[in-house]
């Protein structure tokens, strides 16, 4: 037998109710503050993920799926959003006519990862992107929108830190300081991280090795950032003190990919586990200059939807609708007059269903009760012949005899 690969997940009806709630919330709030859906395709040339991302990341050399279609096209099946949109921007002039334009996005993306629990190959994301500001406030709004989504999805405990990397000038400065500052303790740095000091340090501190963790944990820099930067980063706290959002800062906040320029965050959940993460954002001042577009700087979050599940831990059994009508059949040569009945209540919006087994009419019913169905028709032989069925109200156990013709008012009325 075939088995979904490796990684990969079925999310199932018992489940599926529950995403449905997450992305209608998620649509519903990143509405409210303005921002509009964007879809993007699942597949992009791989060099934009190269370029964006960074050629040195964990994501692009370990994680990308890559493959050569029939045309010998490089293709890359995304692993995130942001540089999909970015080229959307770009492609579509979406900056145009507006100073900011606020996207938001729903979909899977693809990482080449070990899978454990909170960590798939297929995975899920949620995200919004701020393009064409600067300014602090934009930031402040990003990272509240994205507490208020959690909140409002009835999360605890959750944990924001922020950072600031710094502009470009910042970002190169802090990284020599890293580099001189881990360079002694190189010893005790598992392999990747010796390789991730040569080519990318600030990753060093996004290693998963604890051990690596443990190492580098007193590094501190003293002032890393430009006055304009600092100012910057001080105007983003004050926003968030002023929205009454509680935060703490953490310098060894960097994130996994290259793109990231002055304020960074992510949003930790203890019941998570070592996959604790279940947002990350930031802005990225200089991508869309990098990709080719004007100066246009940009702020943006990715929450995990799998991490934002078991970060709710909601009954999900709670979530799918129950049945409005089951339809019994109890009679010779019925079958057609219900399933009649059924499209014209269907039609109406009223949810309901019937058996295609042929079974008995008590079996028929335990089945009504197993759906949990408001109500129940039975179509009995000698009943049609009067152009009638019997309405059954499950809850109450009543039952009456009524026309057909008036059922649909009648369940409505009730
Ligand atoms: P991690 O540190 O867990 O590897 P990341 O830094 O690679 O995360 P981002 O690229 O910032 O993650 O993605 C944003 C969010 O997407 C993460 O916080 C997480 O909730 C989710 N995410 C990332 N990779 C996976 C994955 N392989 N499976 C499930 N969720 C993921
Ligand atoms: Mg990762």
Redesign the pocket.
Known sequence: MLKAIR?TKDILPAEAGMWQKIEAYGRQIFSIYAYKEIRTPVIEEAALFIRSIGDAT??VQK?MYVFSDRGGRNIALR??ATASIVRAYLENTLGQNQAVTKLFYIGP?F?S?R?QK????Q???L?VEAIGSDNPLLDVEVISLAVKFLEGLGAKEFNLKINSLGCKKDKLKIIEKYRAGIKPLLGSLCDECKERYNKNVLRVF?C?NPKCGEAVRDIRLKDPLCPECSAHFESVKKGLEGLGIKYETDSKIV???DYYTKTVF??TQKDLGA???????GRYNDLIKDMGGQDTPAVG????????IMAVKEDVSQSSPAMDVFIAVAGEGLDEKAFALMDTLRGKGILCDMDYEKKSLKAQMRKAQRLNARFAIIFGEEEFKGNKVALRDMEKGSQKEIEITDIVKEIKAR
């Open positions: 990684g964990d994501i994680e692993p995130e993306m990482r990862e899978p909170g960590r798939q190959r995975f899920h994301q995200g996004d998963k994130r996994g990919l992510e949003i996959k604790d993460a279940v947002c990350a954002g979050f990715a929450f995990g939807t799998e991490r934002l």
